[in-house]
Nanobody, 121 residues
Framework: QVQLVESGGGSVQAGGSLRLSCAASGYSSSMAWFRQAPGKEREGVAIIYTGSGTTYYADSVKGRFTISQDNAKNTVYLQMNSLKPEDTAMYYC?????????????????WGQGTQVTVSS
C-alpha cells in the first residue's frame, strides 16, 4: 500500500506557472500525474519511471509540463508552465502501475486525493 499526498494547486492566470508535488509513503517503480475536468474522463498527463528517470507526456502538455522526481524524498513533481484555461482540472498523482497503458486510469493501483488547478483567461 502506497499513500500519496498532492500539494501545490491553485489559481493562476493564463501563461502562468504552477508546481505540483506528490509525496509517496513508499516506493513505486513508476508514478504519474492525471487530471480530470468536470464532465470529462480522467486523463494521463505525464509519467516517470523512477529507476531510469524516463518520462512520457500527453501531447496536450508536451513542451509545457515537466515531470521530475526527488528519490530521497519519494516525491514527484509536475512543473506546469504556459498554462492555458483548458488545463483547468483536478490533478491526481498515481502510483503502483499494474502493467496497463500508463495514460489510462485503470493502469494504477494507488491514487492521491487530488489538487485543484484553475487557469483563468
Amino acid at each position: 500500500q502506497v499513500q500519496l499526498v498532492e500539494s501545490g494547486g491553485g489559481s493562476v492566470q493564463a501563461g502562468g506557472s504552477l508546481r505540483l508535488s506528490c509525496a509517496a509513503s513508499g516506493y513505486s517503480s513508476s508514478m504519474a500525474w492525471f487530471r480530470q475536468a468536470p464532465g470529462k474522463e480522467r486523463e494521463g498527463v505525464a509519467i516517470i519511471y523512477t529507476g531510469s528517470g524516463t518520462t512520457y507526456y500527453a501531447d496536450s502538455v508536451k513542451g509545457r509540463f515537466t515531470i521530475s522526481q526527488d528519490n530521497a524524498k519519494n516525491t514527484v513533481y509536475l512543473q506546469m508552465n504556459s498554462l492555458k484555461p483548458e488545463d483547468t482540472a483536478m490533478y491526481y498523482c498515481a502510483a503502483g502501475g499494474n502493467g496497463g497503458i500508463w495514460y489510462e486510469s485503470s493502469a494504477w493501483n494507488y491514487w492521491g486525493q487530488g489538487t485543484q488547478v484553475t487557469v483563468s483567461s
